[in-house]
């Protein structure tokens, strides 16, 4: 039907912009990730929730469409309590929606839930035009905005996985095909041996992103062997996250307004008070984050789980009920990743974007909340000082009597610690500091031994 016969390899990495599959455009899947032109997407969509909800929904998939290279130009929303079963939308809206496709030519219909393989491909013979779901393009962006050799296969291997849960597509695919060596005789047996390809480098991304997180896991030992305080930031995407981490550690983190801009996690450490604090930047999140991506990026998000303390950034500038749902699906994600037990604190950013009022309002609202502008630096101090002290609060107080003659502890506390103070005592010297646990450790230790 029109459709490139890419091979399977490429064919199984389609998600939204499967190019390779546009007969104007035969040599695209050449180069998966080129940026081409901006596309015109209709948007289709079947809710049963409040307005305001439906707005947030729409809008975002609008975003998502947007940071994958799609306009909307034309929405179909419908309202009833499931989408139907086969076409996703009822006949009718179906009905009309064909007609406006006939003679509008979007390049893509795009549907803000997810789709069965069936319904897609139901919704492909009816429309004659590419059809793709709110996964589809969520694993698209990722491939786009993957940079490191971990991320790459990452949403490779999620990328496979979605393929591999929609193996009758592709069935037919290859049956509409038609003919031609290698494709005849029954599909079957072809959908098979695409079943154990897929399958097979499945194996060989697991095996890698395994070889991979060997280094992650002994950096990750290193990491919890350290003293020094680890903070996390975790958020819906787009929150602001790289930017706070810009402006709090000096990084130069791509910042954006789209959305997973990040994907890979980068550490950065800022110094206050002879305190040392590190700083991690994540991925952001997203409601309804497709369950591939949650899989397989559990071992990136190992500096959230690992933190002592998670930065949850919040956009202020948003609605009330936008902003809870919100918060309640980066919640639901930190649990899944094994987060649920590490100490919060709430980061209201965007502030410069309300009005007084308004934040005089949201200070109330949410009273454990820090209030912070990227933008403007406000609340940035207050910040630093939250971070400060949390990290004072995990160093031990350690107070020693040290004989005259064992300088070398004395200079250890010196070394090792902070808010040092001392007096002569009968026996000795009193020190007083505070100390990152483990050094406290061992200078009680290196006091107990002889010299
Ligand atoms: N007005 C305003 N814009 C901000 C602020 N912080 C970030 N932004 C903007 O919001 C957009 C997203 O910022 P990022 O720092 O990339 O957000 P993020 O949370 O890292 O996003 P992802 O990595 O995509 O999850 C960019 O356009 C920023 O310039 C802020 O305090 N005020
Ligand atoms: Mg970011």
Request: aromatic share 4%; with cysteine.
């Amino acid at each position: 039907m029109g459709r490139d016969p890419a091979p399977i390899g490429i064919e199984t990495q389609r998600t939204y912009r499967g190019r390779a599959w546009r007969e104007e455009d035969p040599e695209a899947h050449r180069g998966l990730h080129e940026v081409h032109k901006e596309e015109r997407a209709a948007l289709i969509a079947s809710l049963n929730c409040s307005p305001v909800e439906e707005t947030d929904r729409l809008t975002e998939m609008g975003e998502l469409l947007r940071t994958a290279g799609a306009t909307v130009v034309h929405r179909v929303v419908q309202h009833r309590d499931r989408p139907d079963p086969r076409l996703y939308l009822g006949k009718g809206r179906l009905e009309e929606l064909a007609e406006w496709v006939k003679e509008n030519k979007p390049d893509v219909v795009a549907c803000e839930g997810d789709l069965a393989a069936g319904q897609q491909r139901h919704l492909e013979d009816k429309l004659k035009v590419r059809v793709v779901d709110r996964t589809g393009v969520i694993l698209d962006i990722f491939a786009l905005h993957a940079k490191s050799a971990e991320g790459k296969l990452q949403v490779e291997l999620a990328q496979m996985e979605y393929s591999y849960s929609r193996q009758e597509g592709l069935w037919q695919h290859l049956e509409r095909l038609g003919g031609g060596v290698g494709t005849r005789g029954p599909g079957e047996s072809q959908l098979e041996s695409d079943r154990r390809m897929i399958r097979e480098r499945m194996g060989v991304l697991r095996k890698r992103l395994r070889e991979v997180s060997k280094n992650r896991d002994t950096m990750r030992e290193e990491r919890l062997a350290s003293p020094t305080t680890r903070i996390a930031l975790a958020g819906y995407t787009n929150a602001g996250k790289s930017s706070l981490m810009n402006a709090l550690t000096g990084a130069e983190v791509n910042v954006n307004n789209a959305l997973f801009e990040t994907l890979d996690a980068t550490t950065r450490s800022f110094s206050q008070d002879g305190m040392k604090v590190l700083v991690s930047d994540t991925v952001g999140f997203i409601r309804h984050l497709p369950h591939q991506l949650v899989e397989s990026f559990k071992s990136t998000l190992d500096e959230v789980r690992d933190a002592h303390l998670i930065l949850h950034v919040a956009d202020a500038s948003e609605d009330d009920e936008g902003r809870e749902a919100r918060a309640a699906a980066v919640e639901e994600v930190l649990d899944e990743i094994g987060a649920g037990e590490v100490p919060r604190l709430s980061v209201m950013n965007k502030c410069d974007l309300l009005d007084v009022e308004d934040l005089a309002a949201l200070r109330r609202q949410y009273p454990g909340s820090v209030f912070t502008s990227a933008i403007t630096g406000a609340g940035l101090d207050d910040l630093r000082e939250r971070l400060l002290h949390t990290a004072r609060a995990r160093w031990d107080r350690v107070e020693l009597e040290v004989p005259y003659a064992r300088g070398d502890v004395i200079s250890a506390v010196y070394a090792h610690g902070r808010d040092v103070t001392q007096d002569a005592g009968p026996e000795g010297t009193i020190i007083r500091a505070l100390m990152p646990p483990a050094d406290a450790a061992r200078v009680r230790a290196l006091l107990g031994a002889p010299r």
